[in-house]
Structures are given as C-alpha cells and as structure tokens.
C-alpha cells in the first residue's frame, strides 16, 4: 500500500471510528467484544483497502460477523460471578436517561439477527437493501427481521409503559 492510500485508510478509520464501535455495541451489548470486533474487521479491511468498491458497506457487513462471531468465541461463554447479577433498569429522575437505559434493555431482549437489522436500519440509517447486503441475507429478510425486531421492542416498551425513543444514536451516544 503506498502512502497515499494510507492516508486514505487513516481518514477512513477515524470517520467511521465511532459509528463502527457503536454498530458492534448495539449488535452485542458489550463494549469490550464490541471493540475486538472493530479492531479485527478493520484489520482485515486494511490489506483489502483500494480493492473494495463500498469500503463502508465492506466494513459494517465485516463488524456486523466480527461482533456476531466474537460472542460465539469459547471464551466469551466463560462468565464472572458479577455477570449473574441482574442488571436493574431503575428510573432515573433526567427521564432521558432512564428512557435509553430502557429501550438499551429492551434491545438486549431482542434476538441477535432482528437486533442487528433495527441497529443497520434506525442506528446506522441504512436502506434495506443496504441492510439486507451487510447481513447476507434476502431483502425480504431484512425486511421481516426489521419489522419482528421492532414489534418486539414495542412491546417490551409498552410492558414498562415507556413511548419508543425516535433516535436510536441517542442510546448508542449515551454509552459512547
């Protein structure tokens, strides 16, 4: 790779940085898999760059597997004594807050495909067929995964009484 299209690689990393760390949070629920998940498909994107025609799409199809996969690991089933504590999704008096840390609750409900299509879909702003593209698989797919995925959420809400956020990326920007 000469020097230029190391740059262009650096730019690239640093602008999608975030928003990839974010999608693979969103995937797994765990910032610490989430990270191993970007740093590997950005490792393997790295001697690919300037032979990908989507280098975006190339990279979130990449952390979507890497995040899926990271949780399939042997290890990762190995869990501490503190992971059998339940998580207490408590209110809390900014009502934002405690808002997000609901739908975040709800989204961990969700199976993992229909969870990654609402991530692909209302996180990420991608088209179905973009979606459908990232997690290899139909577009008729994508598009039931999306709607279950989304009914389950809803109803998950409704049990806690709480309205749907609009904004995902605020729960994503609130552990961020």
Not at 58 to 85: C, K, Q
Not at 90 to 116: F, H, N, Y
Request: some cysteine; glycine content about 6%.
């Amino acid at each position: 790779m000469n020097a230029e299209d190391e740059d262009e690689f650096r730019q690239f990393v640093a602008a999608q940085l975030g928003p990839l760390r974010k999608q693979a949070y969103l995937t797994c629920g765990n910032w610490h898999t989430a990270e191993d998940a970007v740093s590997n498909a950005l490792a393997k994107l790295y001697p690919r760059w300037g032979r990908v025609d989507r280098p975006d799409l190339y990279v979130r199809t990449m952390v979507h597997r890497a995040a899926v996969s990271e949780v399939r690991r042997p290890w990762r089933r190995e869990s501490s004594a503190g992971d059998a504590m339940p998580d207490m999704a408590t209110r809390d008096t900014t009502g934002v807050t405690d808002e997000q840390l609901r739908v975040q609750a709800a989204l961990k409900q969700v199976p993992r495909k229909q969870r990654a299509a609402l991530v692909l879909r209302f996180y990420l702003g991608l088209s179905l067929e973009e979606t459908a593209r990232v997690m290899g698989i139909s577009l008729g797919t994508a598009k039931s995964n999306t709607a279950r995925g989304l009914t389950r959420v809803r109803e998950l809400l409704a049990a806690e009484d709480i309205d749907m956020v609009d904004d995902i990326e605020e729960l994503a920007n609130a552990h961020a």
